[in-house]
């Protein structure tokens, strides 16, 4: 008797290959065998009419703190994805000093968006070292997960305060080597650096701190381990962005090691920036190096009040400030300052093709519930103003808790994105799940991949869409026995209908620790998720009490 077989499904094994008709039988946490299969099974599952596919792999996230208190990262898992890889963008939450904890939830507040009260109700504050947080969020762990270490933390552990201020000495940098040992032992996939980021006090984050010499020091360790090096570039800038190509190439063929560089959005205003960096990748890659690329598959939207800070106002040197750094009343009092506020409409004028669009997405007051569901420039037009000046009074009139939609900023275009997720050395990634949590709903990318680009647009085929987030993120990031279906593999599989996948709508809920909201996405089409051969969630049951999820790679021990 099998623990598990899967009846009926449409295979798909994420190699690539045609898809077939066959089940799925699973046992003792691993895929058992492929075919007809007539024995009988603790449990049954009937795939008639669905694609029976590998987990689905996310490799680019933030799920640190909340796999603290949801050990199934919540709605991801409900998408279909069985591994996810936290600790991106030079943050991670260990190694850690406990003198040293708030720093970091400054970090991630200001970089990804992440409360504070979330921090201080959600999390029990009880390692420091990479191992003792690996064996802290193992506890009822429904989900994979292969965490990369933050090279901000592997500086603030060793070198403290001047992290954030020089470079690192002979003596501190094999102190870093010997850290990043300890922590790839332990269980750590790779290391992540940032080359933009910046901290809660708007001053560069400590990777941004750390030389040439410094890297290669830190990629000679990940050598001896055959990890991956993940970075955030200068997306911003092109040719900063091709040198950092060309720097990840040198490193990659030095040290014999993959790396990635996220984000890599296609705008209308930088669709031959794009080409650029992509031809650049095309000639390392040719060189033999390994350079991938992360491209998501959503459309950038953004959601904002002006009750917490928004990287959306990043530009608006004088927004940002106030949002940033003062209080409710002192926000407040700005906006009421009929004296200040020109001065703010002033500089909001350099983005005035974004304000008409703003769509106002919630309010609480019965007065201006008639307005939810219109542009500022409808509302403007309305009240017989700007929209940055109704933006404004309707954050005065809602006690700061008015929220806007910007829709369809950029990687909107479907065939240059679409373009770009069939280059097969693009890989998909980006989908900052777990953070920016008011901004939008990181989860549902997988569903946007197979239902948009795959079914309605048909800019995809659907094996090799599959092929894209499951064997190929395996194979980059070194995830062993995982990302097909093969006998023998882990069974990490999703089960869902490619008539119908989909992400579900935008919606707003109160989850998060310390009353805290989010915006999430239910799946929609999938039908049963399994992570280690156990249901860990399904359409009909939804959440199981499975948890069968893995650190992984696993120590090396």
């Known amino acids: 008797m099998y623990d598990l077989v899967i009846k009926n499904g449409m295979v798909i094994d994420g190699t690539g290959l045609p898809a077939y008709q066959a089940d799925v039988a699973v046992q003792a946490g691993l895929i058992a065998k492929i075919g007809r299969i007539q024995e009988s099974a603790a449990q049954l599952i009937d795939a008639q009419g669905k694609a029976v596919a590998p987990g689905f792999i996310d490799p ?21 994805i069985t591994t996810i890889v936290p600790g991106n963008c030079s943050l991670s939450l260990a190694p850690l000093k406990e003198k040293h904890r708030m720093k970091l939830v400054g970090m991630f507040n200001q970089i990804e968006e992440m409360p504070y009260k979330a921090f201080a109700e959600g999390v029990e504050w009880n390692w420091e070292t990479f191992d003792e947080y690996v064996e802290r969020i193992k506890q009822g762990l429904a989900i994979n997960v292969a965490p990369l270490v933050g090279h ?33 032992d332990a269980g750590a996939i790779g290391l992540s650096t940032s080359f933009v980021d910046m901290d809660e006090t708007l001053q560069p984050v400590p990777s941004r701190y750390a030389d ?32 950092r190509v060309d720097q990840l190439a040198e490193l990659s063929l030095e040290y014999g090691i993959p790396t990635t560089f996220s984000p890599l959005f296609v705008n209308a205003d930088n669709s ?22 992360q491209v998501q598959t959503r459309p950038i939207d953004i959601s904002f009040s002006f009750a917490v800070p928004s990287l959306l106002f990043i530009r608006l040197p004088s927004w940002y400030q106030i949002m940033r750094f003062g209080t409710h009343d002192d926000i407040m009092a700005a906006f009421a300052d009929t004296a200040r506020r020109p001065a703010l409409v002033a500089e909001a004028a ?44 309707l954050s005065l009139e809602e006690d700061l808790d008015a929220h806007f939609l910007a829709a369809d900023m950029g990687h909107n275009d479907d065939p240059a994105v679409s373009a770009l997720l069939d280059h097969p050395r693009v890989h998909v990634g980006a989908s900052d799940g777990g953070a920016h949590i008011l901004s939008f709903s990181t989860y549902g990318d997988t ?22 987030i499951t064997a190929d993120t395996a194979a980059i990031w070194g995830i062993e026995d995982r990302g097909q279906l093969q006998p023998g593999f882990v069974a990490d599989i999703s089960v869902f209908d490619p008539n119908t996948i989909d992400r579900g709508p935008e919606y707003y809920t109160q989850d998060v620790p310390g009353d805290g909201s989010r915006y999430v996405r239910d799946s929609i089409g999938v039908n049963t998720v399994i992570v280690g051969g156990a249901v860990a969630w399904s359409q009909q049951d939804g959440y199981t009490d499975s948890a069968r999820g893995q650190v992984l790679p696993g120590s090396r021990t």
């Open 447 to 468: 569903g946007y991949l197979l239902g948009h680009f795959v079914r309605d647009t048909q800019s995809l085929g659907l094996e090799a869409a599959v092929k894209k």
């Open 272 to 293: 031959d920036a794009v080409q650029r960096v992509m031809a650049r990748v095309d000639e390392q890659f040719a060189r033999g190096a390994r350079v991938w690329p």
């Open 152 to 184: 901000s933390l592997l500086r603030l552990w060793v070198m403290e305060d001047e992290s954030m201020q020089r470079t690192a000495t002979d003596l501190e940098l094999e102190q870093m080597q010997t850290l990043l040992r300890q922590c790839l």
């Open 212 to 243: 040439m010499r410094e890297l290669r020091a830190l990629c000679s360790v990940l050598s001896e381990y055959g990890r991956i090096l993940q970075i955030v570039p200068e997306f911003y800038d092109v040719d900063l962005n091709i040198a």
């Open 60 to 80: 680019h996230t933030h799920f640190d703190a909340q796999l603290l208190w949801d050990g199934a990262a919540k709605p991801a898992l409900a998408h279909g």
């Open 350 to 393: 350099s983005m005035e093709a974004l304000w008409p669009q703003l769509v106002l997405r919630q309010v609480n007051s019965d007065a201006n519930q008639s307005l939810v569901g219109k542009t500022l420039g409808e509302i403007a037009e309305l009240r017989q103003t700007t929209p940055v000046e109704a933006m404004i009074e």
